[in-house]
């Protein structure tokens, strides 16, 4: 378990080479619950399909968030995800592109994961921490 609050990162890049096609070809950082009558994982994630975009997402809400950061093939990406409560925040290379109610404030994330939809994606300087007290600045 990693309590309340917790704050995942990677940098990802998604290479020209080996891609599906259509409007959704994703890499991920998830977290997610096991406990009983959790509601599953939440998800930030880039998506270079032909809908070139950032995202909030979680199980059974697919576009829970979408923001209007544009991401390309062949770039590195740092992306961050801040889940405390409720509520989680997504970073696009340092930068807030906005907060959203991740409807999971009974749960607390044990496990951690990365992901890839109809894509091959490249994964560095992968992070996970717990928050102790407050959000970090």
Request: proline fraction near 1%; charge should be neutral; charged fraction near 15%.
């Amino acid at each position: 378990r990693f309590g309340a609050g917790t704050i995942v990162e990677a940098e990802i890049r998604l290479p020209t080479t080996g891609q599906g096609t259509g409007a959704t070809v994703f890499a991920k950082l998830v977290l997610g619950s096991t406990s009983a009558g959790a509601t599953g994982g939440l998800a930030a994630l880039i998506n270079v399909g032909s809908d070139a975009k950032a995202q909030l997402e979680r199980d059974g809400v697919a576009q829970l968030r979408t923001f209007t950061a544009t991401v390309s093939l062949d770039v590195w990406y740092k992306l961050r995800m801040i889940q405390i409560g409720a509520w989680a925040s997504v970073y696009l290379d340092g930068t807030l592109l906005g907060t959203g109610r991740a409807e999971i404030s009974n749960e607390v994330a044990d496990y951690f994961l990365l992901s890839t939809y109809n894509s091959i994606a490249d994964f560095r300087n992968i992070k996970l921490w717990t928050l102790t007290g407050g959000i970090p600045a």
